[in-house]
């Protein structure tokens, strides 16, 4: 299919999955740069929007939110990409060194962040299109690789649950993935353990009741399995 049909149900999916303050970050930030990247560069280059998550919500190093253009999961790699405006900027170092301090932030969380000019992206996309292939061609190949072999052995929800757990230092705690994941509670606890039995999550329990209150990731960091 072509870029509109597969662009339109790409938002269509992720609207419809959101709500609140997720809702409107995605009405308000999916605008003209935004959209001009994915229709001249991501979708000549990658094809398909599987993984790639518009306006994603991110923490800062003062525990706030903020939503990232892009992000793309690809196994428990993060990938950020974000649009940038001279104009957005103009003389406010305040906001200039704030969007520093947060890329800085992610890096150190094992979040590659990427910069895009909106006018070197008007004026010359090859120039983005072919740097991004050079820097995303490893993943993009083990992506391919992964996609021709069947069956899989993990689902969409199983794998995001194990990269959730890896991107908080192997610990998934079912209702905070449930925010996180925009899933049921009851879903994220359901699949947790079906991971348990595959040999990918343990149980931590706490107390006389046995209750458990998290699940621990037991798995390594660079199985295929999470792609």
Not at 26 to 55: I, M
Not at 193 to 220: D, H, M, N, Q, T
Request: aromatic share 12%; net charge positive; with cysteine.
């Amino acid at each position: 299919m072509g870029f509109q049909i597969e662009h339109e149900k790409w938002m269509i999916n992720h609207l419809k999955r959101r709500k609140g303050e997720r809702l409107d970050a995605l009405k308000r930030g999916h605008g003209y740069g935004n959209r001009l990247f994915v229709e001249k560069v991501w979708w000549p280059l990658v094809g398909h929007f599987h993984g790639l998550h518009p306006e994603y919500e991110v923490m800062d190093w003062r525990g706030r939110s903020y939503f990232i253009d892009f992000m793309w999961r690809v196994g428990a790699l993060q990938i950020g990409l974000e649009i940038m405006d001279c104009g957005s900027h103009g003389k406010d170092r305040t906001k200039y060194r704030m969007d520093l301090n947060r890329g800085l932030f992610l890096q150190a969380q094992d979040c590659a962040i990427y910069y895009i000019s909106l006018d070197e992206l008007k004026e010359n996309p090859s120039f983005i299109l072919s740097a991004l292939r050079n820097i995303l061609s490893p993943y993009l190949t083990a992506v391919l690789g992964v996609a021709r072999a069947v069956p899989r052995p993990f689902s969409k929800i199983e794998r995001d649950l194990m990269r959730a757990a890896i991107r908080h230092n192997r610990v998934l705690r079912p209702t905070a993935a449930a925010r996180e994941l925009e899933l049921h509670p009851m879903t994220v606890i359901k699949y947790c353990r079906i991971l348990e039995e595959k040999g990918k999550f343990r149980s931590v329990a706490r107390g006389a009741s046995g209750r458990v209150i998290y699940y621990e990731y037991v798995g390594s960091i660079q199985s295929p399995d999470l792609v």
